[in-house]
Nanobody, 122 residues
Framework: QVQLVESGGGVVQVGDSLRLSCAAS????????MGWFRQAPGKERKFVAA????????NYMDSVKGRFTISRDNAKNTVHLQMNSLKPEDTAVYFC???????????????WGQGTQVTVSS
């Protein structure tokens, strides 16, 4: 089992930055591929970014490339999502997820957090 707890969400203005964190605990937490997903009101959940155990492989959805950066601190079992130049369309609940294997942009993740709300106001 892996437990995931997100933090760092909030209300920001267009163009602002926000850093989300996800603390992982439990078995395989330190070796898991970690991902971020988001779900806007009334819409399906979508992949945002993922990173493999070593941090050497990352994967991003097209609309956040160049604005969002995923990173991890394995000593603290924590993964971060640095979000810059935020837009109203980035408003969503952001979920952390974990699995073994390659950081794919699909829903093959085994463990999920409860989510943290990000609201970007114009």
């Amino acid at each position: 089992q892996v437990q995931l707890v997100e933090s760092g969400g909030g209300v920001v203005q267009v163009g602002d930055s926000l850093r989300l964190s996800c603390a992982a605990s439990g078995r395989i937490a330190s070796t898991a591929t970690m991902g971020w997903f988001r779900q806007a009101p009334g819409k399906e959940r979508k992949f945002v970014a993922a990173i493999n155990y070593s941090g050497g492989i990352t994967n991003y959805m097209d609309s956040v490339k160049g604005r969002f950066t995923i990173s991890r601190d394995n000593a603290k079992n924590t993964v971060h999502l640095q979000m810059n130049s935020l837009k109203p369309e980035d408003t969503a609940v952001y979920f952390c997820a974990a699995k073994s294997g390659f950081p794919t942009a699909d829903f093959s993740y085994d463990y999920w957090g409860q989510g943290t709300q990000v609201t970007v106001s114009s």
